[in-house]
């Protein structure tokens, strides 16, 4: 027991040379989530500021245009055009505004009536991205400029405001608050993968797995060994990347550290087991780069929920993504992180992580023959 | 030459291996007997790597036993892999590490004290005359170099039986010699030695000489001997003699 924790730590010990050694690997590890997290987080934003909007206001009273100011001000719409209300959907048409609020003749009296004041909101549904963040930021608009009415009517009897979508969590839908998550579940995927990948068909490549195999160390030591520095190696670029998410993107850590840490530490054995899995079957750094790039790359980027909602997937693509760990990781790490979720909701996605772990690792042991040919 | 005696520590019975439609092992036989060193002579293609790797426990056979102290090296692998050296004939040491690290991951794989380690080390460097390049990385060695590394890391364990996969193959003539040199030294220490080459001249050097060809053994006996039994001048000649023999 001894001598074997010995010989995991003598594997251990020469792969973190190895690492060290080559700027390659750090750079793959550390550099690229960095420049991915920065890239996707501001380059590739799904936010939509000053959003062109028609306004055709046909009450042209004091709370019209109160109403009409909270969603021009604070510049997340821009007044394009003032038109009549028959006008509103040419300009949508036309491409010359994305929306168009549109003010009821009356919306004054069934406000002091304390009944909703009708007023609508025409949205260009043309780009399902563009109209959901339309919708979500004229939610946030209708809220607040229904809550400063409440409050300038203190006192006198509060008006009914009817509200029918309350976004919850991220209510202004910035897009970095709900990528950052995602993100790095994928990132953390695709190095993991990769960085293992290489270093079991490098050792089949250089020659030294001859070396290896006519030594007392065990299959499992030999994995155990390899292992280990990645796993170090992987929760540095989760800390990284989360440290990134927090400063840069202001992405909230309202959930438990611990499991947090927990959930990164597992999803990695994963997705390391994959990688061995791979290279134990590749032999060739070539083949194992690709297969580990395609393998980890678009199950986590299509099938985690990262960019479209597992819900929405037909049902044998959804069947399919219960296969992909991102999946259950992008969930934990979106339900820690921005909505301060427990192990009791969040349970099962460990579970799965689990099962993954285990599988893929015994498997790629029991595929680890110690054969040369 | 002192007459090595006992059990064979390294034995090899009818071994059979195939690779598709080729068949790399036919039959192939030999025993080396602790305090021998022993020499499988033949070209390229002769099936003698795949008959170390046999006896090494690293690939599988289709028929035919190997055994290494007299214990299965597949079935008792752990056991054997405690007490064998091995030194394949490709590069097999790390290239990004420096002979000492490389030194230390094997004394760490071996589970070395830390004391053995230093003195081992210490004494195999110097014999190696590797001890001023100790900080340097493996692939900055000489190949001549590089293969008395190699061959230190298999020493490092003292192992009982130590096989040498051509480890004079692309080694300058002065280096060739001062790794035959170091062999002998081990030999008389009782250590059972199997060594392949593809040299002809280099038979002279083993105890015992077993000449390799497709698979099985033409020939085999001490290198005088064989050498007089066939009124041959060199084992070049007594090798090609016995092919056309063969057919």
Redesign the interface.
Known sequence: MR?SA??V???A??ET??IL??PRTLLLALAMPVFLLLLFGFGVSFDVDRIPLAIADGDRTEASRALVRAYVEPHEFEPVAAVEAEGAEALLRQGYALGALIVPHGYAEALDRGEPGGAQLLVDGADGVIANQVLAKSDATALAAGQSRLAAAAGAIAPPVAVSVWTRYNPEARSAIFMVPGLSAFLLAVGAVLLTALTVAGEWE???M??L??????RLEIVAGKLAPYLVLGELQFLLVLSLGTFAFDVPIRGNGPLLFAFGLLFLLGMLGQGLLISVLAKSQLVATQAGALSSLLPSLLLSGLLFPVENMPAPLRALSALVPARYLVRALRGILLKGAGLDVLWPDLVAQVIFAAVVVALATARFK???? | MAAPGGEPALEARGLVRRFGATTALDGLGLAVRPGELYGLVGPDGAGKTTAIRALAGLIDLDGGEARVLGLDPIREGRAVRERLGLMPQQFSLYRDLSVMENLRFFGRVYCLPRAAFRERSERLLQLTRLAPFADRRADALSGGMYKKLALACALLHRPEVLILDEPTNGVDPVSRRELWALLHEFVHGGMAVLISTPYMDEAERCDRVGLAHRGRLLDEGAPLELLARSGAATFEELFVARIREAG
């Open positions: 001598r010995l010989r730590g003598a594997m010990w020469k040379l190895h050694r080559d250089r020659g030294s001859e070396q195999f006519a030594s007392p160390l065990g110690r054969r040369l040919a």
